[in-house]
């Protein structure tokens, strides 16, 4: 159980991270982005990926 939220930086390098994991970027190469972030984050039910995003997740688990 968390008792504080993770710093925004934090969350966003860790986004970063992921985005960069399903699109196959690289720090050298970057590739083309084919459908924005938002739809990826849908519930898979609904059409997406079921990517969660983490600052409301963060705020969710205080």
């Known amino acids: 159980m968390m008792s504080s939220l993770v710093p925004?930086?934090?969350l966003d390098e860790i986004q970063?991270?992921?985005r960069n994991f399903i699109?196959?970027?690289?720090?050298?190469k970057r590739k083309f982005?084919?459908?924005?972030?938002?739809?990826?984050?849908?519930?898979?039910?609904?059409?997406?990926?079921g990517m969660r995003?983490?600052?409301f997740m963060n705020?969710?688990?205080?």
């Open 23 to 28: 699109w196959g970027d690289t720090e050298s």
């Open 53 to 55: 995003k983490l600052d």
């Open 8 to 10: 925004k930086a934090s």
């Open 59 to 62: 705020k969710a688990c205080l």
């Open 33 to 49: 982005h084919a459908i924005g972030w938002d739809k990826i984050a849908v519930l898979k039910w609904m059409g997406g990926l």
């Open 16 to 18: 970063r991270m992921q």
